[in-house]
């Protein structure tokens, strides 16, 4: 797959709100937030789109919604959501598969 901005946030090459980071992921602020907690969720693995998850890659997103029960846990947040956008059609803009948590 071609490479995209946050390929260059994993490798710190561009700057970012790192809020979470393990061997699998990485979580960091929005940089346009559309609720008063917006954070991105992605694996550390380019996979394009959920389209593209395959059977070896289900770990990684068990381990997002992990991170996002963790995350949201540890903001304190009293309400949340998660959002994929997939595909041009369905609002993607960045081909680096990626969760919206969403909180308030
Ligand atoms: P999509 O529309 O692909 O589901 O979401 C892409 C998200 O990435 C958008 O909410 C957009 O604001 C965010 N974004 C785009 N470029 C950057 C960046 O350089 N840094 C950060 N932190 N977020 C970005």
Do not use: C
Not at 68 to 92: I, P, R
Request: no cysteine; hydrophobic share 45%.
């Amino acid at each position: 797959m071609s490479e995209t901005i946050f390929s260059k946030i994993i490798r710190k090459e561009l700057p970012a709100t790192i809020v979470h980071e393990d061997e699998l992921t990485l979580a960091f602020h929005d940089i346009n937030p559309q609720a008063p907690v917006h954070i991105l969720i992605i694996p550390k693995k380019p996979i394009p789109t959920l389209a593209d998850v395959e059977e070896d890659d289900l770990h990684l997103v068990t381990h997002i919604h992990k991170v996002a029960q963790h995350l949201a846990k540890a903001l304190g947040l009293e309400g949340w959501k998660m959002q994929v956008n997939v595909g041009a059609k369905g609002g993607q803009e960045v081909f680096h598969l990626h969760y919206h948590l969403l909180g308030w």
